[in-house]
């Protein structure tokens, strides 16, 4: 099978015993030729371990996606983001690496908002350790082979509760045949990949090694006038090494190391448009741009030019070590995993996102160590009831040393100028506290961060298998979490006092407080699984889960004395009911495949950013809204009509609202005015001119970030031939995907939504089997403009910014196996 059924491996598949995962031979991926095993010809039986045991996947009763690692090389899939081309189903948000989310189906994280006292609700594991900082989705994947995307609650096989679901990302296991593989690409913007392992054994059949590295590097697609230099680059290192002990016949001990560093300089978001707010006039963009005599080098945000004034970085170190142990018992397989990691980020940002300085400092330096362990044990065979049963403890600490400083153009875009006539630009008085720069130049909030998470959990599922074709899978977690919070702000003036006036505490005022939050929650599943044919399968779940509850750990709204409210210290778990249908079929001998999964999930106490209805003071913060519920359909299909040709297409549909949350956040349009005695209006037609509604109805809104329409397409041609005496084929492989417009704003504006966009990728090469691969590509061939995600400038300017996609890039690559 070609690599454009191997990007399709997507099953909503039926309850599977492991005699059905025996009985077929597995197909493996031949990763040098980019081809899968003749037993897959069809989109059979490719081999995961999403249930904590080997399983094919077209029987595992779980919507789950498989890549494997020649189809993320070939389409240049090296990190979370590019995947999001290839799955609907997946987003990925991010202006930096600290700042990022993943969602499925529209889950997973508050949109725009990181705040570390909560947690994310897709889970990242590689080679079974649970990665609790995003940051490391952004890295590029090293020596992977195959990454396993589970849609749907998780919390009843994976150590650590997932609502919205996991990526589990498997590396290249040691070897005991010597092996080697080297990658090499280069393109346009100075683009250069380099990838490298090797793996042999050091003692016969005993002990095995495994190292590996990547190295990527790219020169920035923005322009930075003030600077003189690109930005948005990309610049990581990886390296990973692995130990395998086959201690006895029943014993296997592997132990993981790795260090993976990014020094890009990045992120800038910069100028794509403005709107109107609630402000007067003479304190919106346009004239406060005037007022200062200044002006972006373009108003075309595709021209890719920018003068955002400050230092960018966004340098990150993600490292750490595990110890995966597997004791095989005859009756079922005892695992243990144990894990220590460390993450440190070190940013520099510009908060403003012009040429001017306003806000030159905003960074939040942290530090972060965690340990984790698990312990598993999953019966072997066919059992009338087979089982997987676990414990599992997490303790994470981070360390964060924030700071904010407000530079001399802050005064003019922050204060307001008094009563001046309409159209003015200047102030009331002279002496009027927004045009004297002095008044907040220098002011500076430095936030000390503590923080420290403890979880733990008992987890178990059953599988009954009720006859040769029917089996009913119940599970079980019962989860503790406890978070400790303290946060401690200390705000000073430029000339370094701690007094300060009211127009200073309005931007930035003194805090400390320190919240707690612990619970005890029972979750749990159940599965009913039927095989209709040997090539039909369907089946369905219900499963009651929760996300858990946090704490604000970014600053919290004050009452009328300045002191902070702590009712809004600490954020309710997420209740979370499931509802699934999934078909599977295989027909026309195999050669075709198509899926189909119908989803509804329904949340009370969604965590998302609220405003300032809940407590009567004008601030956002995180908090619970009412109820959401994201509902769709999703299909997955592939068809090898000849033995050269392949095709693919996979849909999602989402329809992903609130269906309750009446003290939102409103949209720019109703922001900067005083705020409003009338009831909540939902349009600016609904709020006196100059003012602002304390808060909004958004209920029956989408969700930020998820379009309602989301496809991934693609084929592939091959041509057999044989090239300096060696066996394989040229081919010809495109892979397209379209996204319907979304909103890039937690209340949808006019100003933050994003349309729609097609994206197309092409790569022409010839691969040779077990040996050479070498392909020129094209991403983005037809160069189309599109932003990844749009915010808007904080003050109610009515400045919108943006991060634009990648424009057309183009290059090659070669690959040799050994």
């Known amino acids: 099978m070609s690599l454009t059924l191997a990007l399709l491996l997507t099953a909503q598949a039926t309850a599977p015993s492991t005699e059905q995962a025996v009985a077929a031979p597995p197909a493996q991926v031949d990763e040098a030729s980019g081809r899968l095993g003749t037993a897959q010809q069809g989109g059979g039986d490719v081999v995961v371990t999403a249930r904590r045991r080997s399983e094919t996947v077209q029987r595992v009763p ?18 979370v983001n590019r995947i999001t081309q290839l799955q609907p189903s997946l987003q990925f948000y991010s202006t930096n690496p600290r700042n990022s989310a993943a969602n499925i189906r529209g889950l997973g994280a ?64 040691p070897s005991f045949t010597p092996e080697a593989r080297v990658e090499l690409t280069g393109g346009n913007y100075d683009f250069f990949q380099g990838k490298a392992s090797i793996s042999g054994p050091l003692v016969d059949n005993k002990l095995a090694i495994r190292l590996s590295t990547s190295v990527t590097t790219r020169r920035g697609t923005i322009y930075n006038v003030h600077h003189d230099k690109y930005q948005n680059s990309q610049d990581n290192q990886s390296f990973r090494g692995q130990l395998l002990w086959r201690a006895t016949d029943n014993l296997d001990l592997t132990l993981f190391g790795d260090f993976n560093r990014q020094a890009p300089e990045c992120c800038v978001q910069y100028y794509v448009r403005t709107g109107a707010t609630q402000r007067p006039l003479n304190r919106q963009y346009a004239a406060l741009a005037v007022a200062q005599g200044y002006a972006v080098p373009s108003s075309d945000p595709f021209d890719r030019v920018t003068d955002v004034d400050s230092p960018l970085r966004a340098k990150q170190e993600l ?5 995966l142990a597997n004791l095989d018992l005859d009756f079922g397989t005892i695992t243990s995993v144990t894990a220590y990691r460390l993450w440190d980020w070190k940013p520099s940002n510009d908060r403003d996102f012009i040429g001017l300085p306003i806000t030159p400092v905003s960074a939040n330096p942290s530090q972060q160590k965690q340990f984790s362990q698990e312990l598993r044990i999953a019966s072997n065979g066919t059992k009338p009831v087979d089982y997987v049963l676990g414990a599992f403890y997490f303790r994470q600490s981070i360390d964060t040393q924030g700071s904010q400083v407000q530079g001399p153009a802050a005064s003019r875009f922050l204060l307001n100028p008094g009563n001046v006539a309409p159209g003015a630009s200047g102030c009331a008085t002279p002496t009027t506290a ?35 074709s029917f089996q009913i899978s119940p599970g079980l977690r019962l989860n503790y979490d406890k978070k400790d919070g303290s946060y401690v702000s200390v705000v000073t003036t430029g000339a370094g006092s701690a007094t300060l006036n009211a127009d200073q505490r309005g931007v930035l005022a003194p805090q400390t407080y320190e919240p707690v939050f612990d619970n005890w929650n029972l979750s749990g599943d159940i599965t009913a699984a039927w095989r209709v044919t040997p090539d039909v399968n369907a089946y369905a779940t219900f499963a009651r889960s929760y996300k858990s509850g946090g704490i604000n750990l970014s600053g919290l709204p004050l009452d009328a004395a300045n002191n902070p409210i702590l009712l809004a210290a600490t954020v309710k778990p997420e209740k979370v009911n499931h509802f699934e249908l999934g078909l599977k079929t295989q027909f026309a001998d195999r050669r075709a495949t198509l899926n189909i999964a119908a989803f ?55 329809d992903a609202t609130y269906r309750r949350f009446v003290d939102a956040p409103c949209p720019p349009e109703l922001t900067g005015g005083a705020a409003a005695s009338a009831t909540n209006p939902a349009s600016p037609a609904g ?52 996204r319907s417009s979304f909103s890039s704003n937690p209340s949808q504006s006019a100003y933050t939504q994003i349309a729609g966009y097609a994206l197309s990728n092409f790569r022409l090469g010839y691969k040779a089997r077990d040996s050479w691969n070498v392909f020129g590509w094209l991403r983005n061939a037809f160069d189309r403009n599109y932003h990844e995600v749009l915010a808007v400038q904080s003050g109610s300017t009515g400045l919108i910014v943006g991060q634009p996609g990648d424009p057309r890039t183009y290059g090659i690559t070669v690959s040799r196996a050994f």
């Open 319 to 323: 490292g750490g070590g595990s110890l």
């Open 434 to 468: 927004a045009c004297n720069p002095a008044v907040l130049n220098g002011l500076a909030s430095t936030n000390t961060i503590g923080f420290t998470n403890t979880s733990a959990a008992l987890f178990g599922k059953l599988t009954w298998n009720v006859s040769d």
């Open 110 to 173: 508050p949109f725009g908002l990181t705040n570390d006292g909560i947690e994310q609700g897709v889970g990242i594991y590689v080679d079974q350790v649970y990665y609790s900082r995003i940051a490391s989705a952004t890295f590029d994947f090293t020596d992977t082979e195959r990454i396993e995307i589970l849609r749907g609650p998780q919390g009843t096989l994976y150590g650590k509760n997932t609502t919205a679901g996991a990526i589990n990302i498997s590396t290249r296991a």
């Open 687 to 738: 709020t006196p001119n100059g003012f602002s509604p304390a808060n909004c109805d958004i209920s029956g809104q989408r969700l930020p970030g998820v379009s309602k329409w989301a496809f991934s397409f693609g084929a592939e041609y091959g041509v057999p031939a044989k090239v300096a005496g060696l066996d394989g084929q040229f081919y010809l492989g495109y892979d397209g995907s379209y």
């Open 600 to 654: 509804r999930t329904d949340i009370l106490d969604y965590q998302a950013t609220v405003s300032n209805g809940q407590l009567g003071v004008l601030r956002g913060y995180l908090a619970n809204a009412g109820k959401v519920r994201t509902q769709g359909i999703e299909v997955d299909s592939a068809f090898r009509p000849t033995a050269r040709f392949n095709l693919y297409l996979n849909a999602g549909y989402t």
């Open 62 to 79: 779980i919507a789950i996606s498989v890549i494997g690692g020649t189809a993320i090389a070939e389409t240049g899939a090296y990190n």
